[in-house]
C-alpha cells in the first residue's frame, strides 16, 4: 500500500515539476517584455483616463501621456507653451490670449483648434457634467453663472478665430497658468467625448505624445508612440503600465527584469542604498508635498493655541526622520514646500519635551484623553504609535483610532478627530496651492482645511495673493500669511517627502518628477 | 435587503473619493446627486431592485463600467484559478489523506498530519510571498504575476491549494478512520475481498461523504474569489474586484459581488446535494428510481 502511494506522491511531483519546466521556456524568454517599450508599475487600476473625471495621481500619470493642455510645466517648474505656442497677459492679469501652434493633431487626426479649447473648458463647469473637478476653471469669468445653469454658454470664454482664443478671469487670479497646466485642463476633442460617451473614460483620445492601444483592467494598460506627435516624439516604442498591488511582487517582478522602474517601497530603501549593484541607480526628487499632524482647530482641547505648540514641541519630528523615516525628507517648518518658498520663515521652536509638559499642566490638560484618527497603513500606525509615546511624556494620553481609508476621510472631513494624520500634496507649483485650500477658512472639511482652522487675517493675505499680478507681489503676502501659519500651528509640520525610484541599468535619460504631469515620457530611452 | 442594509451601514462615503481631495461643498452635493446616494436609503433600496429586476446591476461609481460585465469578466479568471487550486488539493488531500488514515500512527502519518496544521497555520500571504520567490525569483521558472495563461496561474493556484490540500487530507484521514471500523469493512475482508479493493471501493467511497461537502464549501469560496493571493499575485479576479469595491465604498460593485457570490455558494451547495446523490444511497428519496 506505501509503495504504491509513495508511487503515485512521486508522480504528482514529477507532474508538477514537468509543468513546471514546459512552463519554463514561455516564462523566462518572454519575460514579460515588449521590446522598445518601457515597463512601469501601477499600485492599482486607474478608475478613469477622462481628464474632467480624474481625481488621482494614477489617472493623471497616465493623462499626461495622452493629452495636452495650453500650457505645461518644464523641468525648473516654469510655465512653457504646450498647445498654445505663445499667450499674452493683459487687464491687470484677468485677461489671457492664448495664440494655439498650427498643426497640432488629436490621435483620431484631426486638427487641435481654439473651438476645442472652448468645449473642454465649458465641460468640465458643465452644470449637467460630472466633472468634480470645476473649481480648477470656475475663476473664469462667467463661470459661475454657467455651473448654476443661469447662462447658455461662459462668457470669459472667447474664440477669437480658430488659432486663438481669450479667456477673462472674474478677478486676477495669479496662479491661472499653473492651473491650466493641470489634468482638468486638458484638450479633448467634441466628437470622441460624444461617440463614446461614458465609455470616453476608457478610450481617451487625446493630442498627447502616446495614444491608449489597449487597457486590460487590473492587468495592464499599454501606450504607444503617436506617430503624428505635433513636438519631438518619444524615444521609447511606448510603455507599459503593470498593475501589481502588492509591493514585494513589484520588487520580484523589477528584479527580474519584468519592470524598468519601479518607486522603491520604504522597506526596500536602505537595502538598495546599501547595494553597491543598484545604488547609483537610484533617483530622487524633492517632492512638492508637505506630512502632518492636523489639529481640530475648531473645539477643545486644540483650539488653544498654547496646546498645539506644546504638542509641537513635545515631539522630537528630527528624530523620526532620521531614524524611522530613514532620512528619505526635509524637515518642515511651515506648510509651503521648501521649493516653493521664496521668504524667510520664523523658527516656531524645536524639540523640548520640559517646556512642552509645563505648558500642558498650565492650561490644565494633564492626562488628557485625545482621540487620534489614522488609516490602518503601516507606515501611519507606526508614526502614530511614536507620535503617542511622545505625548504621553507630555502629559497628553492619546487614544489611536483606525479607520479603514473612506470612514478616515469621512471622520477628519466632518472633524470627527481631535488629532489626524495626512499630507497633502501640488496639483500645480505655487505656494497658494499650500495655503489656500489648507488654511482659508472658506475651505472647512472636505475642501481641504481639515483642522478647521480660521483667521480672517489669513484668509485676506491669501487673497490678497491670489489677486496679485506679479509673483513677488504674491509671495509677500503668502510669506506673512505663513508665517502666522507656523506661529499658531494648527498642524505639526513633519517633513516633505523625497520620492525614489530604482531603474535597470539600461534605462536612459530617467527623471522623476515633483508633479505627476510633468512627465511626458518624452526623454526616456532604452 | 440584508445585504443592501449592511453596504449603507459600512462606515464611509464615496463621494469623498470621488471627489478628490479639494472640493467645494457644491461639488460634494452635485456628485452625490449624480450617483443617486441624495436619495433616502429606502428610495435607494427600491431603485436598486427594479434594476435588478430588469438583470441590471447598475455601474461602478468610480469607472461607470457596467458592474455585470466586470464580474462576467473577471469571473473566468476566478474560476480558473478556484479549479487549479482544486485541482491540485483534491487528488493530493484524498490520497495523502488516505495515507495517512491507513498508516495511522506511523511515520507518513505524522509527517502528511504536520504538514496539513503547517499548511492550514500559515497565513496565504507568507505563503504565497514565500512560493513567488521560490518559484520565480530564485528558480526563474515561473512569472511572479500577471493574469493570463497556464503559467500564470500556477502559483496563485498552487497558495491557494495549500489550506485546501491539508483541509482535505485531514477530512479524509478522520473519515476514514471512521469508515475501517465499520462492521461492512470486516464483512468484506472476511468475504477475501483484494485488500487494494476494499480501499477503493468500500473504504473511500463510504469515507468521501464528508470531503465532498468540504470540496464544495472550498471551491464555493474560492469562485468568490481570493482577495489576498489574487493581490499578491496581481491575479485580475472577482476577489480583488470586490475588496476595491468595500475600500471605495463603490455599493453597486459591492452589491453586485455579493449578489453573485451568494447565488454561486447556494448553486455549489445544490451540486454537492447532487453529488451525495450518486455517492451516499442513504439521501436518495425513496422509491425514486421505480
Not at chain 1, 513633519?494 to 530604482?502: I, Q, V
Not at chain 2, 504538514?115 to 510571498?129: D, E
Request: contains cysteine.
Amino acid at each position: 500500500m506505501q509503495n504504491i502511494f509513495s508511487k503515485i506522491c512521486k508522480r504528482i511531483l514529477s507532474v508538477f515539476c514537468l509543468l513546471c519546466l514546459f512552463l519554463y521556456f514561455p516564462a523566462c524568454s518572454s519575460r514579460n517584455r515588449t521590446d522598445g517599450f518601457i515597463h512601469y508599475r501601477l499600485n492599482y487600476n486607474p478608475t478613469t483616463l477622462d481628464p474632467a473625471l480624474i481625481v488621482d495621481v494614477t489617472g493623471g500619470v497616465i493623462s499626461a501621456k495622452l493629452f495636452n493642455g495650453l500650457v505645461r510645466l518644464d523641468e525648473s517648474l516654469n510655465v512653457i507653451p504646450d498647445l498654445a505656442e505663445k499667450w499674452k497677459i493683459s487687464d491687470e492679469g484677468t485677461a489671457y490670449i492664448f495664440f494655439l501652434r498650427h498643426g497640432a493633431r488629436f490621435a483620431n487626426e484631426r486638427e487641435v483648434t481654439a473651438y476645442d479649447v472652448k468645449y473642454s473648458f465649458e465641460r468640465i463647469l458643465d452644470p449637467h457634467g460630472k466633472s468634480p473637478n470645476s473649481w480648477v476653471l470656475d475663476k473664469i469669468l462667467g463661470a459661475k453663472e454657467y455651473m448654476s445653469g443661469k447662462a447658455s454658454d461662459v462668457e470669459g470664454i472667447e474664440v477669437k478665430d480658430r488659432y486663438t482664443i481669450k479667456i477673462r478671469l472674474a478677478n486676477a487670479f495669479s496662479p491661472f497658468l499653473n492651473l491650466l497646466t493641470m489634468t482638468a485642463a486638458y484638450i479633448v476633442p467634441e466628437e470622441e467625448v460624444k461617440k463614446w460617451g461614458a465609455d470616453f473614460a476608457t478610450h481617451p483620445v487625446g493630442s498627447g505624445p502616446f495614444t491608449l492601444r489597449k487597457w486590460e483592467h487590473n492587468n495592464q494598460l499599454v501606450l504607444e508612440r503617436n506617430e503624428g506627435y505635433f513636438n519631438s516624439r518619444a524615444r521609447i516604442g511606448g510603455i507599459i503600465y503593470r498593475v501589481i498591488p502588492e509591493d514585494l511582487t513589484a520588487v520580484t517582478e523589477f528584479e527580474l527584469g519584468n519592470l524598468d522602474v519601479i518607486a522603491i517601497p520604504a522597506y526596500e530603501y536602505a537595502r538598495y542604498r546599501r547595494s553597491p549593484k543598484w545604488r547609483d541607480l537610484i533617483s530622487s526628487v524633492k517632492g512638492l508635498n508637505t506630512y502632518y499632524l492636523g489639529f481640530n482647530c475648531s473645539r477643545p482641547p486644540f483650539n488653544n493655541i498654547n496646546l498645539r505648540k506644546a504638542v509641537s514641541y513635545s515631539i522630537d519630528r528630527r528624530k523620526i526622520l532620521e531614524t524611522f523615516y530613514e532620512g528619505r525628507g526635509r524637515l518642515s517648518e511651515g506648510p509651503v514646500p521648501d521649493l516653493l518658498r521664496k521668504w524667510n520663515l520664523c523658527a516656531t521652536g524645536d524639540y523640548d519635551p520640559a517646556r512642552a509638559r509645563k505648558v500642558v499642566e498650565r492650561e490644565g490638560a494633564l492626562n488628557r484623553v485625545v482621540d487620534f484618527y489614522i488609516t490602518p497603513d503601516q507606515e501611519m500606525v507606526d508614526i502614530a504609535e511614536i507620535i503617542q509615546s511622545f505625548l504621553k511624556k507630555a502629559g497628553l494620553d492619546v487614544r489611536i483610532k483606525q479607520f479603514e481609508w473612506s470612514a478616515y476621510k469621512a471622520a477628519i472631513n466632518r472633524g470627527d478627530a481631535d488629532l489626524f494624520w495626512i499630507s497633502w500634496w501640488a496639483d500645480y507649483p505655487d505656494p497658494e496651492n499650500f495655503l489656500f485650500p489648507l488654511f482659508h477658512s472658506a475651505n472647512h472639511g472636505a475642501s481641504g482645511n481639515r483642522a478647521r482652522y480660521t483667521n480672517k487675517e489669513v484668509d485676506r493675505l491669501i487673497e490678497a495673493g491670489q489677486g496679485s499680478i506679479s509673483p513677488s507681489e504674491g509671495n509677500r503676502y503668502y510669506g506673512i500669511a505663513e508665517n502666522i501659519i507656523a506661529e499658531e500651528s494648527p498642524w505639526v509640520f513633519f517633513w516633505h517627502k523625497t520620492d525614489f525610484t530604482l531603474r535597470q541599468p539600461y534605462v536612459k535619460n530617467y527623471r522623476i518628477y515633483p508633479i505627476y504631469s510633468m512627465d511626458k515620457g518624452l526623454e526616456v530611452s532604452l | 435587503m440584508i445585504t443592501f442594509a449592511l453596504t449603507k451601514a459600512l462606515p464611509g462615503d464615496p463621494v469623498y473619493t470621488l471627489v478628490g481631495e479639494r472640493s467645494s461643498p457644491e461639488i460634494i452635493e452635485k456628485v452625490r446627486k449624480e450617483i443617486g446616494a441624495d436619495k433616502g436609503t429606502v428610495r435607494q433600496y427600491i431603485g436598486y431592485v427594479s434594476l435588478l429586476i430588469k438583470g441590471d446591476m447598475g455601474r461602478s461609481y468610480y469607472t461607470n463600467r457596467k458592474v455585470f460585465d466586470d464580474i462576467k469578466s473577471k469571473f473566468p479568471n476566478t474560476l480558473a484559478l478556484a479549479a487549479g487550486a482544486m485541482a491540485i488539493a483534491v487528488p493530493s488531500g484524498i490520497l495523502l489523506g488516505l495515507l495517512s488514515a491507513l498508516k495511522k500512527g506511523g511515520i507518513s502519518d505524522r509527517v502528511i498530519s504536520t504538514v496539513s496544521i503547517l499548511f492550514l497555520s500559515v497565513p496565504v500571504f507568507w505563503s504565497g510571498l514565500m512560493i513567488m520567490l521560490f518559484f520565480s525569483l530564485r528558480l526563474k521558472i515561473l512569472p511572479p504575476s500577471g493574469t493570463g495563461g497556464l503559467q500564470y496561474m500556477l502559483l496563485p493556484s498552487l497558495t491557494l491549494a495549500l489550506p485546501a490540500f491539508a483541509t482535505i487530507a485531514r477530512v479524509t484521514r478522520v473519515s476514514v478512520l471512521d469508515v475501517v471500523t465499520m462492521p461492512f469493512i470486516r464483512t468484506a475482508r472476511a468475504k477475501g475481498i483484494k485488500e487494494s479493493s476494499i480501499n477503493a471501493l468500500h473504504i473511500m467511497k463510504n469515507a468521501l461523504i464528508p470531503v465532498v461537502t468540504v470540496i464544495g464549501l472550498d471551491f464555493g469560496s474560492y469562485l468568490n474569489g481570493a482577495v489576498l493571493t489574487e493581490t499578491i499575485f496581481g491575479w485580475d479576479g472577482v476577489g480583488r474586484f470586490t475588496m476595491e469595491g468595500i475600500v471605495k465604498r463603490d455599493y453597486p460593485v459591492i452589491m453586485g459581488c455579493i449578489i453573485v457570490g451568494t447565488m454561486l455558494f447556494v448553486m455549489i451547495n445544490l451540486l454537492v446535494d447532487v453529488i451525495y446523490h450518486y455517492v451516499d444511497p442513504r439521501v436518495r428519496i425513496h422509491g425514486a428510481k421505480r
